[in-house]
């Protein structure tokens, strides 16, 4: 697993592929679990945890079961501070981008696109995933529907950054003042 982090002028690349011992784990690992916990990343900053599952002979027992590879506690490592976490643009993991920040607010991009394919479908920028999200959301749920503080917590993002993505997407709808309706006028009549 790649995690990427993302800075102004620079990226931090972290591999779990590329342990510095071939066997970071006692027994013989064969499953290895990672979390990477982002959640209040400004405030708790951004950690990697690795467990392992060992497949150790002391777990195998007389008979015919299988035997059991059991989880064993790893390590946790903070790849980013608090201090770090609120200079960051975006964190990415295996090429997914997992946070973004955008209107100055880290997003949860990996709750919106959750969200986002259970209700709205796939595709498009951020912004207008934020927008069709908000809008399908407001026509389920009338709950939501009233309160701009809810829907945004329910999409993962802060109540502004919806509201100006909502309205950067508004925006691209919205004919230039300088374009012409009649740029056609009198086309084919010869």
């Known amino acids: ?20 011992e071939a066997q ?3 027994g013989r690992s064969m499953l290895a679990d990672f979390t990477l916990e982002y959640e209040d990343a400004e405030k708790n900053g951004l950690w990697l945890t690795a467990h392992c599952y060992a497949a150790n002979e002391g777990y195998r027992t007389d008979g015919e ?3 059991e590879a059991r989880r064993e506690k ?11 976490a609120s200079e960051l643009e975006s964190v990415a993991m295996d090429g997914e981008t997992v946070l973004a920040r955008m209107f ?10 959750r969200a986002s394919a259970l209700f709205a479908g ?9 927008a069709r999200l908000n809008d399908y959301l407001s026509n389920a749920d009338e709950r939501l529907a009233a309160s701009s503080a809810l829907m945004a917590e329910s999409i993962g993002v802060a109540p502004d950054v919806l509201e100006r993505a909502i309205a950067a997407e508004a925006a691209q ?3 230039a003042d300088d374009e012409e309706s009649d740029w056609m006028e009198g086309y084919g009549d010869d």
């Open 1 to 20: 697993m790649r995690v990427e982090v993302a800075y102004e002028g620079r990226i931090e690349v972290f591999d779990t592929d590329r342990f510095t």
């Open 24 to 26: 970071p784990f006692s």
């Open 65 to 67: 079961e299988v035997p």
């Open 74 to 84: 790893g390590w946790r490592f903070q790849l980013a501070s608090p201090k770090e």
């Open 104 to 113: 100055g607010e880290l997003v949860d991009v990996m709750k919106l696109d």
């Open 122 to 130: 796939p595709g498009g920028s951020v912004a207008s995933r934020m």
């Open 173 to 175: 709808m919205e004919p």
